[in-house]
């Protein structure tokens, strides 16, 4: 499957939906460092994160998330866990999913009436198309600091995509 396209300049408010399993690790992190740097350039968006599963629907995010985003001077705290819809198909411009399983996921959820472009999140940055951002849940604090690198790093790609 090809990488999805970043459009140069998006005619309606971007809305990036951030995907990885359980909507407590990869994703919040994505959708904290994506709000920031949105912010940082002025760049009107909606973001959110969900799980492909619905293992943590309603729980914060993972306490090790939350520090990491907390290092970066971002509060994920107040983000709850939740599971993706059919109507986040309609409703975002964009689906990225964190890893090619929950990508798989995701397009076999797809209504046949979906708009939004769905992804890996990492194909926004030139040289890591088709990575994974692997998952920390099992690992210790620095695996939470590796996927910050990937998802800010991608999330600087988004923003710049988006206001070119």
């Known amino acids: 499957m ?8 998006m005619i309606q408010r ?15 992190l994505a959708e904290g460092a994506f709000r920031r740097r949105a912010a940082e350039v002025g760049l009107c968006v909606d973001a959110d994160s969900a799980g492909t599963a619905d293992y943590h629907v309603g ?23 939740r599971q993706l819809q059919i109507r986040d198909f309609l409703r975002f411009t ?5 890893d090619h399983s929950n990508l798989a996921n995701i397009q076999a959820l797809a209504p ?11 194909d926004a940055v030139p040289g890591r198309e088709g990575a994974a951002v692997a ?26 995509a988006f206001t070119e």
């Not at 090809?2 to 300049?9: I, S």
């Not at 964009?94 to 964190?98: G, N, P, S």
Request: proline share 10%; glycine share 8%.
């Open 2 to 9: 090809a990488p999805v396209q970043y459009p140069m300049r």
């Open 14 to 28: 971007p809305a990036v939906l951030f995907v990885c399993l359980g909507n407590i690790c990869r994703s919040p």
């Open 59 to 81: 729980s914060p995010p993972d306490p090790r998330s939350i520090a990491e985003a907390q290092r970066h001077g971002i509060d994920i705290s107040g983000y709850k866990g």
């Open 94 to 98: 964009h689906i990225l999913a964190l």
């Open 112 to 122: 046949p009436d979906a708009t939004a472009r769905v992804g890996l999140l990492m």
């Open 135 to 160: 998952d920390p849940y099992y690992g210790g604090e620095e695996n939470f600091a590796d996927t910050w690198e990937d998802v800010d790093l991608a999330a600087q790609a988004l923003v710049a």
